[in-house]
């Protein structure tokens, strides 16, 4: 299981796990009582009535009002059991679950989906990353969804409704721990939202060009999906739009997914031999609905 920790990420997982880390640290720049009126109103209920500890003058090391007092607060990257901080997302997400078992039984689709839990800070969703089957070891037929707070992981959501989905798909067998991998690496980016981060072609002179969130972002992403099948994996970004018009903002994000998030190589294909190509496809829900004997228009990065 992986460590709470950013140092072993490839750069684009570990910039969305920092970016994850910049939103606790935006939001907690609100204000908030300061460390000196913390310690202040500590010290005076810790200390009444303890002799010359109660006497004691509050501490005047000021911290600015919110942020992570480096003298008292524990984070999780010092001490992944004991921590007393936790960083807030931009935005609250849930983990749903759908088992094959489940749809089995289910008299409609979504019957067989449940809420797995609700987070909103850095440090839940790695407890949670850690506590969880990886999608190597779902059953076939089984779906993680990750989805923003008040989004159904269903095309019938209001926000789903006229959006659409980036794809990659994986064989199964020797791609087990790839898998992993780019599923964690997805939820970094969409916690993180960063898939809205301009796509700056590496080049031989700079091969890990660094963009810095675009101002135009849109809260375009709704969620991500990873689902395991048969003869494959695939992972799924969900967009809250598909119109033609926007179809360059669009293909930014698969572009940025496709190269920056999972690190593939342009024209690189995952398996010859099990024809499964690293296209990156997009396609509208209202499409991938109406797929069987209907064209299907696709976008590819
Ligand atoms: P899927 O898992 O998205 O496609 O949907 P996959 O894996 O390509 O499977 P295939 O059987 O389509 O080839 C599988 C099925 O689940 C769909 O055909 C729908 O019946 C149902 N389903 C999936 N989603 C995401 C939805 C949804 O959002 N709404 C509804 N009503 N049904 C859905």
């Known amino acids: 299981m992986a460590e709470p920790s950013t140092s072993s990420l490839p750069p684009a997982a570990a910039d969305a796990a920092a970016a994850a880390v910049r939103a606790a640290i935006e939001k907690s720049q609100q204000p908030g009582p300061t460390a000196t009126e913390t310690e202040a109103k500590e010290g005076a209920t810790e200390g009444a009535g303890e002799g010359p500890e109660g006497d004691k003058e509050p501490q005047t090391t000021t911290v600015q009002p919110g942020l992570v007092d480096p003298n008292h607060d524990v984070t999780v990257f010092a001490d992944q059991a004991n921590f007393t901080v ?10 749903w679950f759908d088992s094959a078992s489940k749809q089995d039984k289910a008299k409609s689709w ?3 989906l449940v809420k ?12 949670l990353y850690n ?25 019938e959501d209001s926000a789903n409704s006229k959006g659409g989905k980036w794809s990659v798909q994986l064989p199964r067998g020797k791609y087990s721990e790839t898998i992993d991998n780019f599923w964690l690496y997805t939820m970094l980016a969409a916690i993180g939202e960063t898939f809205e981060t301009p796509f700056i072609k590496p080049t031989p002179e700079d091969p890990l060009p660094s963009a810095t969130p675009t101002s135009s972002f849109s809260n375009e992403i709704t969620g991500v999906i990873v689902s395991s099948r048969k003869a494959f994996y695939r992972i799924n970004i969900w967009t809250r739009t598909s119109n033609p018009g926007d179809e360059e903002r669009i293909k930014n994000i698969g572009k940025h997914f496709k190269y920056g998030v999972l690190g ?4 690189l294909k995952i ?11 997009f396609v509208s829900h209202k499409d991938s609905q109406a797929k069987y004997g209907t064209k299907v228009d696709k976008w590819t990065v």
């Open 86 to 95: 936790k960083h807030p997302l931009y935005s609250p997400w849930t983990m």
């Open 110 to 112: 979504d019957e067989a």
């Open 116 to 127: 797995v839990i609700a987070f909103e800070s850095v440090e839940e969703f790695w407890g």
């Open 131 to 155: 506590n969880i089957v990886p999608p190597s070891l779902i059953h076939p037929n089984s779906n993680y969804y990750l989805f923003k707070e008040g989004i159904k992981p269903a095309w």
């Open 264 to 267: 593939l190589e342009e024209g």
């Open 271 to 281: 398996s010859e031999r099990d024809k499964v190509s690293s296209d990156v496809e």
